[in-house]
């Protein structure tokens, strides 16, 4: 049996949204800059947070299932973009832990192959689109 999450979006204006998830609303826009109102985070820096949260989340888990214990993690994530075409992600993860650098690293590299955020990177996208009007 499979597990489905399902969020809500809709037009606030040209340049922003708003989304429901279980009951949480919240924002997604774009800076002035852009033509938005700056009324809360870009999609890709949702998305950017989205795969670094993951990341600390599933490492603790994976330290955890390993017997290790990860006191914190920190990531700085950066999305390099050309244009709309990302093509580079970097997370500079710092890990607060007394275990080696090579259990450090096993349990990453577990992380990015169990990361659900990592995995959905190369998922096909099904759309189903309905015209109203």
Known sequence: MSDIEVVEV???TPKSTRAKARHHTFTIDKPPTSGGNDKGPMASEYFLASLASCHITTA?????KRQQTIERIEIRGALHLNGDLIEKIELDIKVYAKMSRDEVETVFRLTERICTISRATSVPITRRIELVG
């Open 60 to 64: 603790h888990k994976v330290a955890e």
């Open 10 to 12: 809709e037009t606030v």
